[in-house]
């Protein structure tokens, strides 16, 4: 029986939590084992759009460092930087594209209007509504990032407002702040059809969108909801976020927490436990820059 990706991934990061925390048996659920039995398998990817007369090239270069860096107290990690080289038209023009607008925009207005026209990539011609980010822009003490957006994201065009925004809002309530107090955003800035996992290329395609946000908001931390949004952030296209997850990193300077999204708590409500003391770091971390 073929079992969606999706779901695989999700057991495995569940198995690699309990492993870490010492467990080697857990309970399951019979109502969700039944659901995981029954599901079908995830309808095949559609072959490619041949190439027309005019073509966008974008390449994604990962420089791996020669070795990890660590802090004093063994915590911290040090990945790979995120280049970007896009191009439309002719060769040498980098100032064109999502990079050069990025570059051009004056603030976070203008960037979410240069967003709301992007035509870059496929994915405007599937999306509802484009979905740049909102929240606090002068220096917030805490950032969220996301991977895409999803369904109840594409209607409004708003981050985070389906159930895992839900999810988000409380996880910012315990934390002690409101969601006006901090900022949203996502690595990639349209739906991709049927929530799918954004490819590499639309990765690196709207990642200069979040790279200009970050440098206009100026947050003091960043959390890395999930794997899409960290391996965007950090580079490292083969990061698995059960194992950096609560381990600090940082992204151009600005420390950041890796953990789990909040649609995976959703269908493994027993990694709250494990995000709650994520989070908790990054609360001890902003009271004591140093700890």
Aim: glycine fraction near 8%; charge should be positive.
């Amino acid at each position: 029986m073929a079992v969606p990706r999706d779901i695989l991934e999700d057991l495995k990061t569940f198995v690699e939590v309990e492993i870490q925390a010492g467990r080697r048996m857990a309970p399951v659920d019979a109502e969700a084992a039944a659901a995981f039995l029954a599901a079908k398998p995830a309808a095949p990817a559609a072959a490619p759009a041949a190439a027309g007369p005019a073509t966008v090239t974008v390449s994604a270069t990962v420089h791996q460092p020669a070795a990890p860096a660590s802090s004093r107290n063994g915590e911290s990690i040090q990945h790979s930087a995120f280049s970007i080289q896009h191009s439309s038209g002719a060769q040498g023009a980098p100032e064109g594209g999502v990079a050069g607008r990025a570059a051009a925009a004056a603030d976070l207005a203008a960037i979410a209007a240069s967003v709301a026209e992007c035509r870059e990539c496929n994915l405007a011609l599937t999306r509802g509504k484009a979905v740049p980010g909102e929240g606090n822009p002068n220096s917030p003490d805490v950032m969220f990032v996301g991977g895409a957006p999803g369904r109840d994201e594409d209607v409004l065009g708003r981050p985070f407002v389906g159930r895992a925004g839900q999810l988000l809002d409380k996880m910012i309530a315990a934390m002690g702040y409101r969601r006006e107090d901090v900022f949203i955003a996502n690595i990639i800035k349209c739906r991709p059809p049927q929530n799918r996992t954004p490819t590499p290329e639309e990765m690196a395609v709207c990642i200069p969108y979040l790279r200009r946000q970050i440098a206009f908001v100026r947050p003091k931390m960043i959390v890395a909801l999930g794997a899409t949004a960290f391996k965007g952030l950090s580079g490292d296209a083969l990061a698995n976020v059960s194992r950096v997850r609560g381990t600090w990193t940082e992204f151009e300077g600005i420390p950041m927490m890796p953990t789990f999204h909040p649609a995976y708590l959703l269908r493994v409500p027993s990694a709250k436990r494990v995000v709650w003391e994520d989070l908790q770091k990054v609360m001890a971390r902003l009271k004591s820059p140093n700890a």
